[in-house]
């Protein structure tokens, strides 16, 4: 069965203090890897796609990178407007995107 | 930057009633799909749709589910029968393999 599990499910970072989030997939036939911010009430908003192991992806403060088992979004020096919650997902092989729990982030000022 | 529109943003309704969330895809896009979220948990596949017809579904999308695209702007997912665990949030997806989300529709069943 297809899985994805997000670690930790919550994360409280004083400003600046720079971590990583984690992403674990077990899918068959991986064709992407997907990363979505939440903020309460909202919709997914697109992030980042990955499609091979050793990709990384960067946007302003967010870094992630996938190896063949797990992904990673690194938050360097993060601002308190990056709390919301971080979603993964994958794309296998012939079904659709399955989505982990997510990480909640919370960074205080 | 092109958005998918979902309406309503709210929807109470009485349990057994039915209910039409709609929404407008990214134009060019050809894939469509439906998701849901229950408060504090995995946004979850309920349908895929793609050429005029449903791709794939989900166990979730059992025979009170239903989806439309009666025109060529609007996708509908019909709940015929609302139940009380039919509260969710309701999301709209177009794109292929990278997909866009609507805002949602939070569904309220008393």
Redesign the interface.
Known sequence: EDQVTQSPEALRLQEGESSSLNCSYTVSGLRGLFWYRQDPGKGPEFLFTLYSAGEEKEKERLKATLTKKESFLHITAPKPEDSATYLCAALPGNTPLVFGKGTRLSVIA | EPE?T?TPSHQVTQMGQEVILRCVPISNHLYF?W?RQILG?????LV?FYNNEIS?K?EIFDDQFSVERPDGSNFTLKIRSTKLEDSA?Y?CASGR????????T?LTVL
């Open positions: 998918v979902q799909y998701y948990q995995k946004v979850e596949f895929s794939e989900s949030m999301f393999d990278r997909q866009f989300f609507g805002p949602g939070r």
